[in-house]
């Protein structure tokens, strides 16, 4: 291979891909960490406002929003589990969820997510296929649970919407045509330059040592809401004592 690896990031600043750039500086300057065993979390590189300035994105983002996906049947059934295995389901009101921690904290409680693809394969690539390529938009949630009688009653208050990816090269997967005398890349294997894949990436790796995979969270956006849908509760089981039970 005639292009040197490490000269895509300065391309892809060159091609208007900045936070592509960063991520994949990242990759390179960290100690060999290979998915699932991944290094450390960034959580500052991807902003909702960058991810949200893309109409894909955007539109997965409005759908969440405006199908309130925190709540339809799959959503309720997660947050039904989830309270009970957290011993919420009682006799007293209780609040869960806490939307000012970290997306990585929140992520271990996320309710529904919807996956957001790459761009066209007519268009040029973008900064988000170069940072991000295919990645999920997480949903957690915050609000109370409280017994009503015969059931209990979710409440939910706030609504924690934030991107998540692996930036890994552990797949099969063609990563374009890259040129570092031209400083452009092509979708197609027949643009000019070099054809560069995931097996690309991990070669480098094993020669020098380096590279890292991670998990990438953006920020938090919060949305207030008002939503409720109840829990039914199973009728407590009533003890016969045993001189009244069935004699034999």
Do not use: C
Not at 150 to 156: G, K, N, P, R, T
Not at 207 to 213: E, K, V
């Amino acid at each position: 291979m005639a292009i040197t690896l490490t000269n895509i990031p300065g391309i892809m600043v060159i091609n208007r891909m900045p936070v592509g750039a960063a991520l994949m500086r990242s990759w390179f300057g960290r100690p060999v960490a290979i998915k699932p065993a991944y290094g450390t979390n960034d959580t500052t590189t991807v902003k909702m406002s960058w991810v949200l300035s893309f109409k894909r994105a955007k539109d997965v983002y409005d759908q969440i929003v405006s199908n309130k996906l925190w709540m339809n049947y799959a959503a309720q059934k997660v947050i039904e589990s989830k309270l009970k295995t957290k011993g919420l389901v009682g006799s007293v009101p209780q609040n869960f969820g806490d939307l000012t921690q970290p997306a990585p904290t929140l992520d271990k409680d996320q309710i529904n997510h919807r996956e957001v693809g790459m761009s066209s394969i007519v268009d040029a690539l973008d900064d988000m296929d170069a940072a991000l390529g295919n990645f999920g938009i997480q949903v957690a949630i915050a609000g109370t649970v409280s017994p009503k009688g015969s059931i209990h009653q979710v409440d939910i208050k706030e609504v924690g919407i934030f991107a998540k990816d692996s930036y890994d090269f552990n797949d099969f997967q063609y990563l374009g045509t890259w040129d570092d005398v031209a400083n452009t890349v092509g979708r197609s294997p027949t643009s000019s330059g070099d054809t560069v894949w995931n097996s690309t990436f991990r070669d480098w790796r094993t020669t020098n040592g380096m590279g890292g995979d991670y998990m990438i969270y953006s920020d938090v956006v919060k949305i207030t809401t008002s939503d409720s849908f109840s829990i039914p509760v199973p009728p407590q089981k009533i003890e016969i004592p045993r001189e009244y039970g069935p004699k034999y």
